[in-house]
DNA sequence: TGCGATATTAACAGATCTGTCACCTACGTA
DNA sequence: TACGTAGGTGACAGATCTGTTAATATCGCA
């Protein structure tokens, strides 16, 4: 199978689980829409977990590249792309494509502490979290990483309510929350 | 079957969704733990889906009914039960039984935006939604809704990142928030 | 052309899924 | 005692689950 094959395999499998369910989406049906045989998938992945994991490392990878660029775009200093979050996560939540984050999906299907699906989707949020503590670091923030979780509870709750109302309308309460929180936590030199 | 067994059936039915997930619970499980024999369990429920909605309203009813007398008990003002939510939701963090919000990971496996499971979710939200806009509405706040969307937002952002983290330092963090937020949002008579 | 590696098809194993069927038991009431 | 009802048992249907096997096909490359 070509890098290219392998890629395409991953990434369409990514979507199936992305929208159908982990548990919920049989390898037949995976083979059946990639167009990989089963016998070929299992010769690459060893089980369904392996690809399911290849599945979420493709998506950690193409989603904080997405938000990280859709941040900078939308905003110029540290602390204004801190409040961007929220703006990108609002035009992530009104595209058709929607469907809640994989992630939190993953480890609400596979919950043990020491499973390696839920341990990789929260590296994912670690991940995340590390890069807002250093925009809050380089803004200024006396307390960065403090700072950092608090955004991840407002972006992972507008995440959770956006997906089960199939609103976008939580990302704008998120922002406003985001507003006050950059506003009121203490600074090294106010400005 | 008594109307206690049916009761028991449907509680420990609950548990076992709570626990392994919706998907990955089989009946025949189901039947081995509760004790109920399967063709009994489909003499009251017609299909699985049935069993899960019957266990999704006792959850919503007792979910509430704690949340709501421990946020009673914990404060008194309508403000301070508002803060209350946080300290209670991190009591039941600490809880060995905690598994993250059983509405989150059901719509997470039903999504579909016309699918039962995911419409009883939601309107288990938009009950706390509600009690949360009578609170904020008694304690003089201009605009009730906004404000209970918003605390919303903090209370699944925290159950959220406790589930994956296995931790209950969340609660502090929306609560640190939920703080700020209650002093910055506009009151009819300041106090 | 022919080799070697890789992919494909199709069937299969063995388990498990939801849901059903026929038969048996236990019990309250007449 | 006899009957109706409700529940239990265990096997079963038919589908689907993960994962495997064996034979066939395709393709790059020498």
Known sequence: MSRNKRAE???RSLWLFYRNGF??????LVAKETGVSKTSIYKHFRTKEELILAALQLRDTNFRSWLFDRMETLADTPKAQMLAIF??????FLEDSFQGCMFIKASAEYQAEDH????QSMAHKQLLADHFANLASAAGYVDPETLANRLMVLKEGAIVLAAMSHSAKPAQDARAIAQVLLETTARKQDA
């Not at 703006?87 to 992530?92: F, G, L, N, T």
């Not at 390696?116 to 341990?119: G, L, T």
């Open 116 to 119: 390696a699906i839920n341990q």
């Open 87 to 92: 703006d990108a996560i609002e035009e992530w």
């Open 23 to 28: 548990h919920a989406t049989g390898m037949d």
């Open 9 to 11: 395999l991953v990434e």
